[in-house]
């Protein structure tokens, strides 16, 4: 298995893919979501390429642990031949729920945090184990309503799914600057209650402000905000491997590639 390091990799998005595969710039590690790669050839093969070179981490975005009707199996095997020819050592995906009977609804729901749905994502959750033969990041969303019907916060709700499934977390620090804006709660206090312990990966992204609203689009620089949390949460957490994320409006790779020499300075500064 590829050995992860503690420095921050770029999410590498189609059109950057044959531009990598031919300049082979530094960077830390690669992660990609495998939607896009199983069922395109051609991009498989270029980066199996990049995998005897790079580390490669998997971000799911069609594994709705969250969904009332249950896992996609043939998706998720469809993965896990994924992971296992790029030896992948991380999986990930979202606690939120994106499928409605056969509808795939490209967006990433929200959760009511209750007994009820612990129970059903925690089922999930040691299915999609089982079938990836590895433990599974979950990450904390970024979120713009909440339900009455939650009886948890949603750090108490990620630290008893860890406790009933033995998956790991993958915190995304801009994730907790939009949620915490839109939800009105405070930022750092959620940093200190996340189960830090179960912590595998950090993800840092781009916000749109809308009105008194922070999207979560992907498609802008890292905002000031997230960049001192992030450094608030690695003197916490302490060193771990970081993601740059950007889908939309995708700029060079050059861009990204700076984002993430910006993210280890941080690091480096900041985490013990
Ligand atoms: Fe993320």
């Given at each position: 298995?590829?050995?992860?390091?503690?420095?921050?990799?770029?999410?590498?998005r189609l059109p950057h893919l044959t531009e990598m595969v031919a300049t082979r710039p530094p960077a830390g590690?690669?992660?990609?979501?495998?939607?896009?790669i199983?069922?395109?050839?051609?991009?498989?093969?270029?980066?199996?390429?990049?995998?005897?070179?790079?580390?490669?981490?998997?971000h799911t975005v069609?594994?709705?642990?969250?969904?009332a009707i249950g896992i996609d199996r043939s998706h998720l095997k469809r993965i896990r031949a994924l992971a296992d020819r790029i030896d992948?050592?991380?999986?990930?995906?979202?606690?939120?729920?994106?499928?409605?009977?056969?509808?795939?609804l490209n967006d990433l729901l929200p959760l009511p945090y209750n007994e009820e749905t612990l129970q059903l994502v925690a089922a999930h959750v040691h299915e999609v184990q089982d079938t990836l033969g590895r433990p599974y990041l979950i990450e904390n969303p970024a979120r713009y309503v909440g339900f009455r019907s939650?009886?948890?916060t949603e750090t108490e709700f990620l630290a008893e799914i860890v406790q009933r499934t033995g998956c790991r977390l993958l915190c995304d620090i801009s994730n907790v600057v939009v949620s915490a804006h839109n939800m009105g709660y405070d930022a750092h206090r959620y940093i200190d209650e996340f189960p830090a312990d179960a912590i595998s990966e950090l993800h840092l992204g781009g916000y749109?402000?809308?009105?008194?609203?922070?999207?979560?689009?992907?498609g802008a620089p890292i905002a000031e905000r997230s960049w001192d949390l992030y450094a608030y949460a690695l003197r916490r957490f302490g060193p771990k491997p970081t993601m740059i994320e950007w889908d939309n409006n995708l700029p060079p790779l050059t861009a990204l590639l700076a984002e993430a020499t910006r993210s280890d300075e941080v690091a480096h500064a900041n985490a013990c």
């Open positions: 298995m590829t050995r992860f390091p503690n420095t921050t990799g770029v999410g590498l590690w690669l992660e990609v979501h495998p939607e896009n199983v069922a395109n050839p051609h991009a498989a093969e270029l980066l199996i390429e990049l995998s005897g070179g790079y580390p490669i981490s998997l069609g594994i709705s642990i969250g969904s992948s050592v991380f999986v990930s995906g979202h606690l939120a729920w994106s499928t409605y009977e056969n509808e795939y939650s009886t948890m749109t402000p809308e009105d008194d609203v922070l999207i979560d689009t992907h």
